[in-house]
């Protein structure tokens, strides 16, 4: 049976230490340097950004460096050190000549450290990284538009976006934890495959049918790698506001709660609808429609004594949704409750009908129940600061979310001969032993969540 802490030599374990994953990366430059010493000077001739700038200009290279890889390099005595930030600390990763010379040389270094890396990932979780090069998919402006004669290839990650696919894939465990075979494609794209899709990254079956995550372009424009490598100033921020940077972490995250929807049948199936329902959503009631829709229940009541319900108007180029007032059965409802033409429904902007919802969304991403459910298992497992907005401000949604990774990690690691569960997600996401004190640990921590005034008499 599988141990949640079980660990490995070059393989990143949940409970490791920041200095185990320092140790990762200095190991995989080790191995990129031995690589090298069989490689000529005059045949080192990487193809990267430095192809693309004039080789006069040193500081425009390493400017062009760093923009794309998101490393800093600092120049001391003639040589140029290299450092990543990653899981809240800086780590060098290795130094070169100063020169336009020294810099190619740090860009196959780093295209070794790429590499190994993502075998790394592969080995330990259930996932595999599309090749660069790979026909992904032929364009489009629409999932449900004809396809353009433009194909989209795969490209080859950044080491700072593995640094942060590992934190998020591994505090997405079991979920993502390896079974013997991948069961999800990872893709980095050259160019969005349906263009009017929003966000950094999208969660779907590629073309071949197997489930997979599209990181978009713009996933680059995302300049951290997890969460705790923001400043602290962002760090503060609720994650509902629309300010708070996204990390690749974060992104990740959100992904894998979207496969594992998928992977606890929840896409249709009743006990998916029951679930979807029990978080605050009814389904349309019009059978004879092609894709099931799902409305959001509000606190007000309609003019028949039931409670109001939302249907999400997505604007295609901006992805903002508006949320219009509806009958289950298509009938706009205006901001009375009475029965109008749809022109004349009630609207409502994301950010108004979070607080008037019936069950209060822990962000304000949550145009469909499988989004909200994807943004709660994040919140649920990213960290103690994100587990308790989402005690605080949804704390039935919590409820749910949280019987449903537990289910997940009994189906992995089994239960204890008196039937209680072997593991528990502490507060801070890491699945730990079910014994006296975490429980204790966690009762607290939910507790002081839900009335953080509350004191306890010595």
Do not use: C
């Not at 690589?35 to 425009?60: C, T």
């Not at 029990?278 to 007000?300: E, P, S, Y």
């Amino acid at each position: 049976m599988d141990r949640p802490n079980s660990s490995s030599s070059g393989v990143v374990e949940r409970g490791d230490s920041p200095a185990k994953l320092q140790s990762v990366l200095v190991e995989a430059a080790h191995d990129a340097r031995r690589d090298e010493q069989h490689i000529a000077a005059d045949r080192i001739k990487p193809k990267g950004i430095l192809d693309q700038v004039p080789s006069g200009n040193l500081q425009k290279s390493i400017d062009a460096f760093t923009k794309q890889h998101k490393i800093d390099i600092t120049y001391s005595n003639g040589w140029l050190t290299y450092t990543l930030d990653a899981h809240g600390r800086s780590g060098i990763l290795f130094k070169t000549d100063a020169s336009e010379y020294g810099l190619r040389e740090a860009e196959l270094k780093l295209n070794n450290m790429v590499a190994a890396r993502q075998k790394q990932i592969e080995q330990r979780y259930a996932v595999k990284f599309a090749a660069p090069g790979d026909i992904v998919d032929y364009q489009r402006q629409t999932d449900e538009a004809v396809a353009r004669p433009r194909i989209v290839h795969a490209v080859q990650p950044e080491l700072y976006q593995l640094e942060g696919l590992i934190s998020g894939l591994e505090k997405s465990g079991p979920t993502s934890f390896a079974v013997g075979t991948q069961d999800m494609k990872l893709y980095f794209l050259s160019e969005k495959v349906v263009l009017d899709k929003p966000g950094h990254a999208s969660y779907q079956n590629d073309r071949t049918g197997v489930p997979s995550i599209y990181f978009f372009p713009s996933i680059n424009e995302v300049r951290k790698a997890t969460d705790s490598d923001l400043p602290a100033t962002d760090q503060r921020k609720s994650y509902a506001d629309k300010t708070r940077p996204d990390t690749i972490e974060s992104i990740m995250m959100h992904q894998m709660g979207h496969h594992q929807f998928v992977k606890m049948g929840y896409q249709n199936s009743v006990e998916g609808e029951i679930f979807q329902s029990n978080i605050g959503w009814v389904r349309n009631r019009d059978w004879n429609t092609i894709k099931t829709q799902w409305l959001i229940l509000g606190k007000a009541t309609d003019a028949d004594g039931t409670n109001a319900s939302y249907f999400p108007s997505i604007e295609a180029t901006t992805g903002a949704t508006t949320w219009v007032r509806m009958k289950p059965d298509g009938g706009g409802i205006d901001s009375r409750g009475r029965r109008v033409p749809i022109v004349q429904a009630e609207r409502l902007t994301s950010e108004q009908l979070r607080d008037k919802a019936l069950l209060k969304p822990p962000t304000l991403n949550f145009n469909s129940p499988e989004d909200e459910y994807a943004e709660s298992m994040r919140l649920h497992r990213l960290s103690e600061a994100s587990r308790k907005e989402l005690i605080r401000n949804s704390p039935y949604v919590y409820d749910q979310i949280k019987a449903n990774d537990q289910k997940e990690i009994d189906d992995k690691y089994g239960k204890q001969t008196d039937g209680t569960s072997k593991y528990l997600r502490a507060a801070n996401g890491q699945l730990v032993p079910n014994d006296d004190l975490n429980r204790l640990q966690i009762q607290s921590f939910e507790i002081l969540s839900m009335y953080p005034d509350l004191r306890f008499k010595k």
